[in-house]
């Protein structure tokens, strides 16, 4: 990238700047028009220059030909003018001042907007390009570099050179050129007042930079330390496990303490010297008014100036500090982003970045790949010169299934890397069909090879849009747009276009469904599905469709058949002796299985007012249970809670289990609580305030009589809950309909999970192996209606969160090993991909593996050597070093580096 900001702005804004800077120009005799006016008001409209008495008229607007005195010998008049009064010529000249506030004013705006609009376009276009270095950093080089710094650096440090880039030329042009206009026209009312005025403002310009410069270097080291910190919390929010396992974090706040320290007295010391800076430059800025007042009110009285032309001065001097203050700050902001800018592009400047062409998205994958792989002396060396890689050289088919073992830091992890395209090799060659790996773009080796590490990251969308990732290499039909929206979109591609951005569409469909084998959406769900079951994810997807929900507008039918699976369950569960472990939702009976929110509601809410944790302060709740005498109950359930609460966990650490099962008050909120209770139990519940009532009130909406057994609700109780909840469904049918989805026995609710609605009710508390049994009931009534493609589907809009922190890491990596499958590649590279599995998981789930890529190549490094054994061709690498290779009968013998490996496990 180029070093200087100044040149990187200029190359790709020239045209821009240019044309501001026309604007600029242009508005500068405007301006000193502005600043002469006031001489002229004073002067002519006011003390009456030029008038030979009261009533005597003078011309106004007279134009004469430019220079024309000097050639003539006399003015040659252009345009006599309007003769006017003295009255008229105030008006007239005071008409023209406010006139001149809104010319120079539009100038401003047109200039400031525009190089706003520059600025933020340039903005756009350094976070692109530094993205997109980013997304060309070599794999050890992306692997060394810490994503919190990088993020920071491209929203947060890259922020204030968007105002800067607006400003570069524009600024000095418009603000000098202010400057000098006010300079030249004071000068020309007194040359005195005008050397003055310079020799301050030479003054401000030589000194204030020279102080500002260390503050600058103090403003480095403030970005440097910020930065560090932000690393360090990131190292910290990512080892939270370890801080907490190994008791270190205090050793973590001191740690975090001393680096805020350490920011606290650089920006102190930066506070300390920008104010000593601003009261020397506030000075010099009130020094030359004085200077003004004395000495132009001295040439006045000698009348040597008249008294409009010092009024016009000290008007235009007022209007110097300013440019002059501007051109300083910027000045210093010059400084300060150029140094801002030179250590962000530092951090994206890796010694070798992978060449632009590599990722043009118009590359084709070309042709399968055939022949053999051959890898010829290849060697791998660290930053430090250490060798990772050393020598190895190999020749196998591209069709072979290859198993590559070897113990920790036997350099196979490397190999894999290398033979995946990803990691280019240091010395040697790998050729595939005789073609350099090293060459081939991404269209190519991400295409046709397919990779999954140890830690395959998932993205924090779907389940389905994480296994179809690796099918989008480039957009294939155009989303459709029509009327404003395609409008729109064609505004935004010009802007991308001028901001040197991607103009490829996001909403377009990405995806290469030939590349999995398939034509449209519906064949692509076929192959998911394929490779959910070859990958043993489909149970967790399954369970996960369960979980979910599904849109009636969009999937009549399937909620129609999920209607039917409800029906059916019943006698399923009679079939299996089962009845009894789930309690069905009846209108007219409470479900003690159920909370008192869900009984009272009979429904799930879908708005934030009649969740379960607002019902206490919901007035149409409330309104309904003061008619029934629920609320007064409820307010002694809430009592009775709250005593038992304080009374259970009064001697436990905040951290206690029974924190979770009677989740009712927070370990922080128990003081407040056990204050409360006392307060109760002397003087009851007519002592309580509305706030303690309505604390109170909160507590029992969560409880669930046949789970917490506190034996709170008894049949009147129970009455007097479906009582209210009948006032309930009553007044949101005429209020608020589509705030709470209603149970009702024939209709699917929308807002509930697809097991939910298929229950119609809640698995019955302290029924051993209630929810096992329940849930294979529920399989085979969904298997027999033909349902379980719906709830696969459903499963597969799963969110797996960040990073798939919603997953387990055993689901996280047969996610990624199922993205590598889907996009059946030529050569599948799995690096040792499945050591979070158990043994057994690991052996079942690589036999399907390879049997599904018969007649397909596979390169696999092993963490458990005996699986070699069904692989055409092995490879043994220890320290680097290629030391044996052959079939696995061959090489598992006596005294083999195979069988050591082997026999050390």
Known sequence: MEPNIFKYIWRHSRNEQIKILLVVAASL?????????????????????????????????????????????????????????????????????????????????????????????????????????FLRFPILQARRVKQTEIATMIKDEVEP?????????????????????????????????????????????????????????????????ARALAGRIGEVVEGAVEVHAHDTSNFERAELSSRLGRIFEIRYEIFRRK??????????????????????????????????????????????????KEIIDWDQRRLDVQIKYEQVIEQFQPSKILDPAVQDPARDAGPPLEGEIEVATVGLLDETDNKLVDSVSFTVKVTDHVAIVGNGGSGKEYLGLILA???????????????????????????????????????????????????????????????????????????????????????ADWVDYAAAGAEDSAQLHERITSVLQTVDIEEDVYRFGLLGAIDPETHAEACAAVLEARAALPGRLVADDAENLVVRFDPERYNGNATLAENLLFGTPRKPEFAASALAHNALVTQAMAETGLLDRIL?????????????????????????????????????????????????????????????????????????????????????????????????????PDAVALYRPDAYNATASLQDNILFGRLAYGQARAEEIVGRAVTEVLDQLGLRATVIEVGLDYQVGIGGNRLSAAQRQKIGLGRALLKRPDILIVNDALAVLDAGSQARLLRRVLERRRGRGVIWTLQRPESAENFDRVLVMDEGRLVEQGSFADLNRPGSALSGIMAAE
Request: avoid cysteine.
């Open 29 to 133: 005799p405007f301006y000193f028009v502005a600043l002469d006016l006031p001489k002229s008001i004073v002067n002519q409209g006011i003390m009456g220059s030029g008038f030979a008495g009261p009533g005597s008229e003078q011309p106004f607007l007279a134009l004469d030909l430019p220079f024309g005195e000097a050639l003539t010998g006399a003015p040659v008049p252009l345009f006599d003018g309007f003769m006017v009064d003295q009255q008229t010529l105030l008006m007239a000249l005071s008409l023209a001042f406010l006139l001149m506030v809104f010319v120079n004013g539009g100038f401003k705006y047109v200039i400031n907007t525009s190089k706003g609009l520059m600025g933020e376009r340039m903005l756009r276009r350094l976070r692109y390009e530094l993205v997109d270095r």
């Open 161 to 225: 050179l968007g105002g800067f880039i607006g400003d570069s030329f524009i600024a000095p042009a418009f603000l000098g050129g202010q400057a000098l206009t006010a300079m030249a026209f004071i000068m020309i009312q007194s040359i005195w007042l005008g050397l003055a005025a310079a020799a301050v403002v030479l003054v401000q310009a030589f000194l204030i930079p020279k102080l500002r410069v260390p503050i600058l270097r103090l403003g480095r080291q403030r970005q440097l330390t």
């Open 275 to 324: 104010f000593v800076v601003k009261f020397l430059n506030n000075f010099l800025a009130q020094l030359t008014p004085f200077v003004f007042y004395a000495g132009g009110g001295l040439l006045a009285l000698r009348g040597y100036l008249d008294i409009g032309a010092l009024v016009a001065v000290i008007a235009a001097y007022k209007d110097l500090p300013g440019p002059i």
């Open 421 to 507: 395209g990803l990691v280019p090799p240091s010395s040697g060659t790998t050729k595939i069909g005789g073609r350099d790996l090293s060459t081939l773009p991404q269209a190519v080796t991400g295409r046709r090879l397919s990779y999954v590490g140890q830690d395959a990251y998932l993205f924090p969308v779907s389940v389905r849009e994480n296994l179809i990732y690796g099918l989008k290499h480039k957009p294939g039909t155009e989303a459709a747009r029509e009327g404003d929206a395609a409008a729109r979109r064609a505004s935004r591609i010009a802007e991308a276009e001028r901001a040197g951005n991607s103009t490829l569409d996001p909403e």
């Open 636 to 736: 002694d359930m809430g009592a009775s809670i709250a005593r038992t609460m304080v009374e259970i966990f009064a001697d436990l650490p905040a951290g206690h289990p029974f924190f979770d099962q009677f989740s009712f008050i927070d370990a922080d909120d128990l003081p407040d609580f056990g204050t409360l209770v006392g307060k109760l139990d002397k003087h009851g519940t007519k002592a309580l305030d509305e706030a303690e009532r309505l604390a109170l009130r909160r507590l029992p909406f969560d409880y669930v009589e046949a789970r917490h057994r506190l034996a709170l609700v008894d049949s009147d109780v129970e009455a007097m809950v479906v009582a209210a909840r009948k006032r309930i469904a009553e007044r949101l049918a005429e209020s608020d």
